[in-house]
């Protein structure tokens, strides 16, 4: 991928505005987030507890009125039970990913990634000084015949350092199993039970970044790949975490976020550093989001995110499936916030991005978000973050600019 010093630059640049280029919530749900937040700092900072929230938070426990409201708020959002006391907090999904990284790998070990991943979560993993492998992936996620082939290759017969309570993974597999950035993917039922069972058998931990799941389009609901990780199944040593936010269903400010895991990573978790030190995450805002909770104000929340994310994505393929010649190709999205669009081959997606950020729209070429650089006939859209009204002038725009470079090789 270019630097952020040449033509494809302004992408990066924030202060120009997000655009159809960042999966972030849009302005309304920030609005909304503020005075929600402000209702519930309120309540929170009323409670006799309050006090306790100004402290460093408990080694061992995150707030307790927090991880009950969130469980009782997951359970009901997932319609499958989440226990309070499987979960921990973090400071959003990025920072769940490192302290993951951070306490079951080494610097040199291998992390299993699907081939097309979100950028944040890659730098975390180079900078742990991880070696990333790519797997391929299709529209029922990643190809598990192709991951245990990929993981017996690297894995297999290679000295590994020994396994221990306190170091019980011998690699890492990194995924994002539903509303997939940037693809909008999800991992089917099949591959979710085979994910499982390579993980068991190779002694992976698989982090999964559920930082779209509550963010559906349509009616289908999709299991966490954590439970399919079950308590009950005999041979049960916990492989997965789901690792969430609030960033995408609230607002990404608040650097905070859920990771539900099992009990041998919670206990390896409390004992790091940064944990046991009280240094993090925010003790204060979880009172605060257990407040936004109870008071309902997450749930009204979620339900106008979904009503504007529902109502751009559905104006998004309006205009695409009127405007596009028929040699381009996207599916709608199911979730999250992105429409990952094919190209002719011929068409290098840089240069339509190019074109697009002289009219001062921004879309990022596939290759970005690619281990290896590929996919660069690729497109992906963002629609969460702009109102209907400029997703619809915006969207021409990309259409006008896709139009004249498929016009101009004919
Ligand atoms: C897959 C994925 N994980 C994590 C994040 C970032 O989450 P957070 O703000 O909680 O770090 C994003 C989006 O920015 C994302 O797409």
């Not at 915006?394 to 139009?403: L, M």
Request: aromatic share 10%; proline share 5%; net charge neutral.
């Amino acid at each position: 991928m270019e630097g952020r010093s040449g033509p494809l630059g302004p992408l990066f640049d924030s202060r120009t505005g997000q655009s159809l280029g960042y999966g972030v919530p849009s302005d309304e749900i920030l609005r909304r987030a503020t005075a929600a937040y402000k209702e519930a700092s309120i309540h929170s900072m009323s409670q006799e507890s309050a006090i306790e929230l100004m402290m460093y938070g408990s080694r061992f426990d995150p707030f307790q009125p927090f991880c009950q409201s969130l469980a009782r708020f997951l359970t009901r959002e997932f319609g499958e039970q989440v226990f309070e006391t499987d979960l921990l907090t973090n400071c959003g999904a990025t920072d769940g990913v490192r302290t993951l990284a951070s306490q079951f790998s080494r610097p040199g070990d291998v992390v299993f990634v699907e081939e097309l991943t979100f950028a944040g979560a890659k730098w975390q993993l180079e900078q742990a000084g991880l070696r990333i492998v790519p797997v391929p992936l299709d529209e029922d996620g990643v190809l598990t015949d192709e991951l245990e082939v990929i993981v017996e290759r690297e894995l297999g017969g290679k000295e590994s350092h020994a396994l221990t309570d306190c170091s019980p993974f011998r690699a890492l597999f990194y995924t994002i199993p539903v509303y997939h950035n940037p693809t909008g993917y999800c991992l089917s039922k099949e591959r979710a039970k085979e994910v499982v069972r390579i993980a068991r058998k190779h002694d992976l931990l698989v982090i999964c970044d559920d930082v779209y799941h509550l963010l559906p389009l349509t009616e289908k609901k999709h299991r966490r790949l954590f439970a399919y990780d079950s308590k009950d199944d005999p041979n049960y040593k916990g492989h997965v975490v789901s690792n969430a936010t609030f960033s995408k269903i609230f607002a990404p400010g608040l650097r905070l976020g859920w990771m539900e895991a099992p009990k041998r990573v919670r206990d390896i978790i409390a004992e790091s550093a940064h944990i046991k030190s009280g240094g993090a995450p925010n003790h204060c805002a979880t009172g605060i989001m257990a407040s936004a909770i109870q008071l309902g104000l997450l749930d009204d929340l979620l339900l106008r995110a979904k009503a504007i994310y529902k109502e751009n994505a559905s104006a998004l393929c309006d205009i695409f499936d009127r405007g596009l010649p028929s040699c381009i190709k996207y599916k709608k999205p199911q979730g999250g916030f992105f429409i990952w669009m094919k190209l002719p081959e011929s068409i290098a997606a840089k240069d339509i991005s190019i074109s697009c950020l002289r009219q001062n729209v921004k879309v990022f070429p596939g290759n970005f978000f690619s281990v290896h650089g590929d996919f660069k006939n690729y497109l992906r859209i963002a629609f969460s973050h702009l109102p209907k009204e400029k997703v619809i002038k915006e969207a021409e725009i990309v259409v006008e600019c896709i139009r004249e470079s498929v016009e101009s090789r004919k």
